[in-house]
T-cell receptor, first 117, second 115 residues
Framework: AQTVTQSQPEMSVQEAETVTLSCTYDTSESDYYLFWYKQPPSRQMILVIRQEAYKQQNATENRFSVNFQKAAKSFSLKISDSQLGDAAMYFCAYRRPSGGGADGLTFGKGTHLIIQP | NAGVMQNPRHLVRRRGQEARLRCSPMKGHSHVYWYRQLPEEGLKFMVYLQKENIIDESGMPKERFSAEFPKEGPSILRIQQVVRGDSAAYFC?????????????FGPGTRLTVT
């Protein structure tokens, strides 16, 4: 079974600084999808960024970028120019290729990101 | 285009009662996923449904839990004879197709409290 591990229960960063959230995963698949979701206090899950395993280029969305290391099964999220609105729980998630069941997302336990003004 | 809607947002049940959670997917979406989030935990996949079909229920507890997605109307997650351990936030997500290339759009969740 796939597992997703986020080893940092909590991270703190000064406003305008850069922070990196770690995520590792375990899978025997060669093709899969990885995601970072943000959950603010409203509890709404918001997709931040996604990465297809077959793509070597790291995904980027404005201030958010990932460092995808397929061999190491690592998928970290970098937030540049941190803003107060970035404060939230961040969840790393994995999804296997379709077919054969188990089509849901597998989530890590999350990292609570605190932004210091 | 309204997002995924869940109701109720908060539900309180006494032990032994039944809980019914509803999820209306985004317009044009025919695939629904249910997840459970226990306190201080990430979301755990429960079940994946298409209209009138359960595709994957590998994360669903074998007893007391059931889900449906009828041809008309919302998807329903039903928990019979609730126990304290069922207290959690239940999230529904929808997508336009089953391929993992499609984004899953999440609803705001239903917080179930069992007293």
């Amino acid at each position: 079974a796939q597992t997703v591990t986020q080893s940092q229960p909590e991270m703190s960063v000064q406003e305008a600084e850069t922070v990196t959230l770690s995520c590792t995963y375990d899978t025997s698949e060669s093709d899969y999808y990885l995601f970072w979701y943000k959950q603010p206090p409203s509890r709404q899950m918001i997709l931040v960024i996604r990465q297809e395993a077959y793509k070597q280029q790291n995904a980027t969305e404005n201030r958010f970028s990932v460092n995808f290391q397929k061999a190491a099964k690592s998928f970290s999220l970098k937030i540049s120019d941190s803003q107060l609105g970035d404060a939230a729980m961040y969840f790393c998630a994995y999804r296997r290729p379709s077919g054969g069941g188990a089509d849901g997302l597998t989530f890590g336990k999350g990292t609570h990101l605190i932004i210091q003004p | 285009n309204a997002g995924v809607m869940q109701n109720p947002r908060h539900l309180v049940r006494r032990r032994g009662q039944e809980a019914r959670l509803r999820c209306s997917p985004m317009k044009g979406h025919s695939h629904v996923y249910w997840y459970r989030q226990l306190p201080e935990e990430g979301l755990k996949f429960m079940v994946y449904l298409q209209k009138e079909n359960i595709i994957d229920e590998s994360g669903m507890p074998k007893e007391r839990f059931s889900a449906e997605f009828p041809k008309e109307g919302p998807s329903i997650l039903r928990i019979q004879q609730v126990v304290r351990g069922d207290s959690a936030a239940y999230f529904c997500a929808s997508s336009p197709g089953g391929s993992p290339s499609y984004e899953q759009y999440f609803g705001p969740g239903t917080r179930l409290t069992v007293t």
